[in-house]
């Protein structure tokens, strides 16, 4: 029983600071990763599962271990996002694979890109037809970036002269019952309202699955007991 405690504990730990670096490092996708994030991020992940597999590694040299390949990763970004020489140095710089509906073939090379492979992230953003490409980057993230020509592109309200409203958003003001006070408070909502609307809505607030509001103060509820209407047969 004391062995799977220390387990435990090992796990826990390890689990904690690994978190925490990674918060600290930053919101990052794993696509998103740079080639020296991803190599601390394995050299992480390496030691982690070796101090909990191996009882003879100690918990305090790995977490001080982790806690430093932390640091070098915020080290490194400080440095990156100071000098744009080193941040251009430790990454891949995008890559035009297509200009004019025409494959720069030297570039594709240069991307470890194929053919095929370049034609099927062009129908990932609905390009069937490479003519009508102005310009495709193949981006340090991995992901392809494309320019439709002018002609090829969707009209818009303003190239038509025409005023259309602000976009509509909402955001969540009850959740499975629970009233979300501090959401209510960053739009504008005094303590004084936020009390008056848990007054006035408190006892239908535990029907409400999700409710959402908008700046002009208009809710839209979805209620707990929503069910499949059936128009959807398969």
Do not use: C
């Amino acid at each position: 029983m004391g062995e799977l405690g220390s387990i435990a504990f090992t796990v826990l730990a390890t689990m904690a600071v690994l978190v925490a670096v990674w918060l600290v490092a930053g919101k990052r996708q794993m696509a998103d990763l740079t080639p020296v994030d991803f190599a601390l991020s394995i050299t992480a992940g390496t030691v982690a599962g070796a101090s909990i597999a191996d009882p003879r590694i100690s918990l305090g040299h790995a977490l001080v271990a982790l806690v430093l390949l932390g640091a070098i990763q915020v080290a490194v970004s400080m440095i990156s996002l100071k000098f744009r020489g080193v941040y251009t140095r430790l990454n891949y710089a995008p890559t035009v694979v297509v200009e004019d509906g025409q494959i720069i073939k030297a570039n594709l090379k240069g991307a470890r890109l194929t053919a095929e492979m370049l034609l099927q992230l062009l129908r990932e953003k609905e390009v069937f037809d490479i003519t009508e490409v102005e310009l495709a980057v193949f981006e340090p993230t991995g992901k392809l970036s494309v320019l439709k020509k002018a002609e090829y592109l969707p009209l818009t309200a303003s190239q038509l002269g025409y005023k259309v409203a602000s976009n509509r958003v909402l955001v969540p003001v009850v959740v499975e019952g629970e009233l979300q006070a501090k959401t209510l408070a960053k739009m504008g909502f005094s303590a004084e309202q936020i009390e008056d609307f848990r007054d006035r809505h408190g006892e239908r607030l535990e029907e409400v699955f999700i409710a959402l509001m908008d700046r002009e103060g208009k809710i839209h509820v979805i209620r707990e007991d929503v069910a499949e209407n059936g128009s959807f047969l398969h």
